[in-house]
Structure formats: structure tokens, C-alpha cells
């Protein structure tokens, strides 16, 4: 996982410098493509009780540590949904299905995609932050002269957390969700706790429900990947750590979306 | 037991490391010294590939470093134990933890035996009390020890120092130095240490190689290394208020 500075002149003109930013861009993708690949090689290898242990760890901060924040978040997004829709839908004494609205919106896409955003900007930065300190600090060079792949010991346990924790926390998001879109119905909008669940289970599907959850456990590897990715190729002392926190949550962010359309489009186009 | 052969590194643009070569036999406790940016660490880390270089070829006995597949470089890892500049502890780790570790990734002990070899090496560079403590409950100097016991807990072959005494008061530098010094006394540990600190070098060095604008100035033994004729060894020694004067004698290390 050693790292080697970049040898690269300076460009002669702008296709130079586009060259370069396309094989760098490359480069980087590629790189963060074999750690992906390298810390779901080692899964197999965390079931032993200590590193057991350290998966749990990770787990607990990716999820019970990340509660408060989601649970706002959640809530509002809820409620701000069913307030939008409910108001453009009262025009046609349609308010009642909000109630599906809000459902089905949370499950497909609010629901992973919000709780992915604070993960990424929680837990991504704070990764990569962490692994970017070890790599200035010459840690991880100590862990590869001890020959302890830095991967398996430091990228595996945060990614199961975060492919385990991410579809448990999206689940969370979807109800809390839910209970804000209805609470804003029945206080807002005069629809009924009873109507707002009956039209959410009249549309909502169990499909809304399993690819919103992949789309969450794709998240979590996606935030995995670029977090630990910038955390271990980080350079240059203090500011190449501020620059991989700020680059993990950039990049998720991006990619996030990105891959958050290409699923839908998979799934229901 | 260490070979470079017309070693050649470029970093960020800049030739690091020109055509270097020199030996290191086994048992021996080879000091390099030279002014910043010199290349030293550079040198240190192509012994055990967390650089290649660019020309050149580094052995580790019959071993071609340098070109060796990942797991070959992990069999020629085991055979050394690092000590870091900032000691590298892992900051979530209690000291205890930090010099247990390469025990228990790699080897089938159990828990009591790798407690006795933790007491046992904390014991000799005289932080058993500290078994307990984070290393940033810690200062600099015992940093550094706990990275010592951490290095030679697997009972290396070779040591590598990097910068073992800098930024440290002159006697905890010097119980540093007894310890390096008694690792090839008493257990016949191959060493390189990488320093600024001439005082330092001259006591425990049994060869010292100076390195400068990429290339092995000179390479002897203390004795001659102080008498070199070498301007820039000269100056070297001036800054360090080393005097040539007479008959320099090798002090033992305290």
C-alpha cells in the first residue's frame, strides 16, 4: 500500500495538463477499485474474537454514534416531503396520498441517499482523517514493516461496518422518515396516522423496500472505498490530511449520486 | 548481510540518491550520517522496500530486495525490526498493545507468553510501569523506547534507526544509545542507524557513512571517519565541536 510520491514534470500545455488529470483520475479510481477489492478478499479473515471485536467497534461508531444526527435528519426530510407534496396535492383533494408519497420516496431513494450524506460526512471524513494521519506519521509504514497488511487491519473492519451499518441505519432513516410525513399530515394536512399508513401500504412495495437497502449497502462500500483510499494515499504532513478529509467527502458525495440514478435507472426503468 | 548496489532514487524531481553502494556485514552496527534532506531515511527505506529504486539493486543477504515479489518481501520484512523517527505507534493502542502487536498478527503464542516477552522487552528499556499508558500520555524520549521494544520484541536480525536520539535531552540519547549498543553486543543484532547526532554515531558505530548530494562521501571506521581529509566530513565534525586533535580513542558508550 506504499505510496510512492509523484515524479510528474510540469505540463507543457492545456492538453498536458488534461492528460494528466484523466490518468490521474484513472489512477486514483484504480487504486481505490484494488483496496475495495483487497478488503472484501480479507472479510473472511475478521472472524477470530479480537478482530471480531474491532469490526464491533467500528460498527458501533458508524451506527449507535451517528443516531442523533440521523434521527433529525430523518425526521425532517419526512416532514418536509409530506408538507411539499401534501400542499401541491391538496389542490386536487388528492392529500391522503401523501401517505404513499412519502413512503415510497423514503424507501427508494431519501432514505439511503440522506443517510449516506451524513455517513459520508461523518464517518467518511473522520476515516479518512484517521488513515491519513497513520500515513503521514509513517503508521502504516510501521504496520507493512511488521508485515500486517494495512488493509485487512485497518480498511476491512471499517468496511464491514459500513456495508453491515448503512442498511440498518437506512432502515431507521425510512421509518423515522414516515413518522415525520405522517405527523405533518395529521397536524398539517388533516389526514389521519391510520389513512397515511393505509395509502403508504397500498402502494409501497416490497421492491421500493430491497433496492433501497442495496442502494444503501452500495453506499457503504462507496464511502468505504474513497475514505480509505484518500486516508492511505495522503501526503505532505497536516495539509495532505485536510486534503483527503475534504476530498473523501467530495468524492462520495459525487459518486453517490452518481451511482444513486444508475441504480434506479437499473431497477425501474 | 546488507548490500547496495549503484542505488539511484529520484524524488519530486530531484536525484536523492546517485549511484550508491557499500556493505554492511552482519553484526555490525553501521551509523549514516549527512546533513537534511540528504537521503539517509531514503536510504533506510529501500532496505525494506517501502521504496524501490529507480536503478540499482538492494540485497538482504542473497535476497534481491529490490526485485522481490510481495510475498518474498514480506519473508525478508520479518527478518528486521524498524524503529521510526516519531516511533509510528498506533495512537489507539496502550503501550502494552502497541509492543504486542506484531506478536499477535503473526505469531502462534498465547496470551500469557506474549505478556512475558511484553514486560520482558518494556523491561529493558524501563517503561514496565507504563503498560497502561497511550502514547500521547507519553513524552517524546519514551516514545521512542516503547517503539524500541516494539522493534526488537520479535527478536529481529536487523534494526533500523531512524533518527533514534533527535529531539531528545543528552541523557535519555545516550540510554538510547546503550541500547542499540548492547542489541549487537549482547544479541549480535545487525544495525543501521540513521542520525544527525555525531557524538552519537562515534559511540556506537562501528562504520559510519556520510552521505552528501546523493552519494557516499565516505564510509570508515569511527577512528579514520574522524581523521577523514574529506572537507565536507571536516565541516561536519567542526559544526559538531568534534576536534581531530591527537589520538582520537573510542569511548564506550555509558
Given at each position: 500500500m506504499s505510496v510512492q510520491p509523484q515524479q510528474l514534470g510540469e505540463p507543457l500545455n492545456v492538453f498536458g495538463r488534461m492528460g494528466r488529470t484523466v490518468i490521474t483520475t484513472l489512477h486514483g479510481a484504480g487504486q481505490g477499485g484494488m483496496i475495495l477489492a483487497q478488503a472484501i478478499f480479507f472479510i473472511?479473515?475478521?472472524?477470530?474474537p479480537r478482530r471480531m471485536h474491532n469490526v464491533l467497534f467500528h460498527m458501533y461508531l458508524t451506527g449507535i454514534k451517528s443516531l442523533g444526527v440521523i434521527t433529525v435528519v430523518a425526521m425532517f426530510t419526512g416532514m418536509i416531503l409530506a408538507l411539499q407534496t401534501g400542499l401541491e396535492l391538496r389542490r386536487f383533494n388528492q392529500e391522503v396520498n401523501i401517505g404513499t408519497a412519502v413512503t415510497v420516496v423514503m424507501m427508494r431513494e431519501m432514505g439511503p441517499f440522506m443517510t449516506a450524506l451524513i455517513i459520508a460526512a461523518s464517518v467518511g471524513s473522520s476515516i479518512g482523517a484517521q488513515l491519513g494521519t497513520m500515513k503521514v506519521s509513517e503508521e502504516i509504514d510501521a504496520l507493512e514493516i511488521m508485515s500486517i497488511n494495512p488493509v485487512r487491519f485497518l480498511v476491512t473492519p471499517r468496511l464491514v461496518a459500513l456495508m453491515v451499518m448503512l442498511p440498518i441505519l437506512t432502515i431507521y432513516t425510512n421509518i423515522l422518515g414516515s413518522v415525520g410525513g405522517a405527523i405533518v399530515g395529521k397536524t398539517q394536512l388533516g389526514v389521519s396516522f391510520r389513512a397515511f399508513f393505509d395509502n403508504a401500504q397500498l402502494y409501497a412495495a416490497n421492491k421500493d423496500l430491497y433496492v433501497g437497502l442495496f442502494k444503501a449497502f452500495l453506499f457503504g462500500n462507496i464511502i468505504a472505498a474513497v475514505a480509505c483510499h484518500q486516508g492511505l494515499t495522503a501526503q505532505h504532513g497536516a495539509v495532505g490530511v485536510g486534503l483527503a478529509t475534504r476530498r473523501t467527502v467530495i468524492l462520495s458525495f459525487l459518486i453517490i449520486l452518481v451511482v444513486g440514478y444508475m441504480t434506479t435507472r437499473l431497477f425501474y426503468v | 548481510m546488507i548490500r547496495f548496489e549503484q542505488v539511484t532514487k529520484h524524488l519530486g524531481g530531484r536525484r536523492?540518491?546517485?549511484?550508491v553502494s557499500f556493505e554492511i556485514a552482519k553484526g555490525e552496527t553501521f551509523v549514516i550520517v549527512g546533513l537534511s534532506g540528504a537521503g539517509k531515511s531514503v536510504t533506510l527505506k529501500h532496505m525494506v522496500r517501502l521504496l524501490v529504486p529507480d536503478g540499482g539493486r538492494v540485497w538482504v543477504g542473497d535476497d534481491c530486495v529490490s526485485e522481490a515479489n510481495s510475498r518474498k518481501v514480506e519473508q525478508i520484512r520479518s527478518r528486521f525490526g524498524v524503529l521510526f523517527q516519531g516511533a509510528a505507534l498506533m495512537q489507539w493502542m496502550n503501550v502494552h498493545d502497541n509492543v504486542a502487536l506484531p506478536l499477535r498478527e503473526?505469531?502462534?503464542?498465547?496470551d500469557d507468553e506474549i505478556e512475558q516477552l511484553v514486560r520482558e522487552k518494556l523491561a529493558l528499556v524501563k517503561l514496565e510501569a507504563a503498560l497502561e499508558k497511550y502514547p500521547s500520555d507519553l513524552s517524546g524520549g519514551m516514545r521512542k523506547r516503547v517503539g524500541l521494544a516494539r522493534a526488537i520484541v520479535t527478536s529481529p536480525e536487523i534494526i533500523l534507526y531512524d533518527e533514534p536520539t533527535s529531539g531528545l535531552d543528552p541523557v535519555t540519547s545516550r540510554t538510547i544509545d546503550t541500547l542499540i549498543d548492547d542489541m549487537r553486543q549482547e544479541f549480535g543484532v545487525t544495525s543501521v542507524v540513521v542520525t544527525h547526532d555525531l557524538h552519537s554515531a562515534l559511540a556506537i558505530g562501528t562504520r559510519i557513512a556520510m552521505l552528501h548530494g546523493g552519494e557516499i562521501i565516505e564510509n570508515a571506521t569511527p577512528e579514520d571517519f574522524i581523521h577523514s581529509k574529506n572537507e565536507v566530513v571536516q565541516s561536519f565534525l567542526d559544526a559538531q565541536y568534534i576536534t581531530r586533535e591527537g589520538d582520537w580513542k573510542k569511548k564506550d558508550a555509558p
Open positions: 473472511p479473515s475478521m472472524f477470530t | 536523492v540518491l546517485d549511484r503473526h505469531y502462534k503464542k498465547d
